[in-house]
Nanobody
Framework: QLQLVESGGGLVQPGGSLRLSCVAS???????IGWFRQAPGKEREEVSC????????KYADSLKGRFTISRDNAKNTVYLEVNNLNPEDTGIYSC???????????????????WGQGTQVTVSS
C-alpha cells in the first residue's frame, strides 16, 4: 500500500516562506497528488494538486499566486512552496494520492485514496 510522508512544516513569521515535501513509498509517476490543509476548528480545505505527469497543476482560487506545486518523480517527491504566509495559513498540511490519467488531477479531497499524516505549519510573530 502506498505510504506518504510530509515534512517541511514549522513556525514561520508572517510574510515568510516554506517548502513542504511529500515523499511517496513508490512511483509517484503513477499517482496524481493533492495537497490539503486543515486549520484548527475548521473543515479541511483543498490547496493544490498535480497530475502524475506534472503537466497539470490546479490551485484553490484564494491561494493562487502564493502557492506553487511541483514534483520530482525520480525522487518520488511532490513539493508545495508556500510564500507570503499569513496567520490564516496556519494548519496541518497533508498530501494525498490517487491513481489517475497522466494529465488529470482534481481538487476534491474525497477523491483521494491514500493520505499522509500531515505536517504542521504555524504562522505567527
Amino acid at each position: 500500500q502506498l505510504q506518504l510522508v510530509e515534512s517541511g512544516g514549522g513556525l514561520v513569521q508572517p510574510g515568510g516562506s516554506l517548502r513542504l515535501s511529500c515523499v511517496a513509498s513508490e512511483f509517484t509517476d503513477s499517482y496524481a497528488i493533492g495537497w490539503f490543509r486543515q486549520a484548527p476548528g475548521k473543515e479541511r480545505e483543498e490547496v493544490s494538486c498535480s497530475s502524475r505527469s506534472g503537466t497539470t497543476a490546479k490551485y484553490a482560487d484564494s491561494l493562487k499566486g502564493r502557492f506553487t506545486i511541483s514534483r520530482d518523480n525520480a525522487k518520488n517527491t511532490v513539493y508545495l512552496e508556500v510564500n507570503n504566509l499569513n496567520p490564516e495559513d496556519t494548519g496541518i498540511y497533508s498530501c494525498a494520492a490517487i491513481v489517475a490519467p497522466p494529465s488529470t488531477c482534481v481538487l476534491k479531497a474525497t477523491r483521494y485514496r491514500y493520505w499522509g499524516q500531515g505536517t504542521q505549519v504555524t504562522v505567527s510573530s
